[in-house]
């Protein structure tokens, strides 16, 4: 369960790091060719780098095809932040398919202990 918390945390530290990139993609700052740099997306950068290593403490003791399953959970925190704090419009089908990624995590990981 340990591994799986850690997981789930790399998630949502996932998910602030495409919503820094989001931000960060209008925000002033200068530019690298296309590429925009400011605080906001180095923030978004400092985020990827925690996720991916709390994912791989996790990794270290857990399995994978308990653990990976869960980071599709960071397109549902994406979903849900970009809902509320960007006020993006989301459709019935977007939650179908927000309630079909859940139903696959539990399903994945709970085949993956039972299996």
Do not use: C
């Not at 989001?22 to 180095?42: C, E, M, S």
């Not at 960007?86 to 039972?114: C, P």
């Amino acid at each position: 369960m340990k591994n799986e918390a850690l997981v789930v945390t790399a998630t949502l530290f996932t998910a602030v790091a495409q919503l820094s990139f989001k931000l960060g993609a209008n925000a002033q700052g200068f530019y690298i060719g296309p590429f925009p740099v400011n605080v906001i997306v180095i923030a978004g950068f400092l985020a990827y780098g925690i996720a991916a290593l709390l994912f791989l403490h996790a990794l270290r003791d857990g399995q994978l095809s308990v653990l990976y399953p869960i980071w599709s959970l960071s397109f549902v925190w994406v979903f849900l932040a970009s809902s509320m704090l960007l006020k993006e419009t989301v459709t019935l089908l977007n939650w179908f398919g927000i309630i079909l990624i859940m139903a696959g995590v539990s399903l994945a990981g709970r085949g993956a202990k039972n299996g």
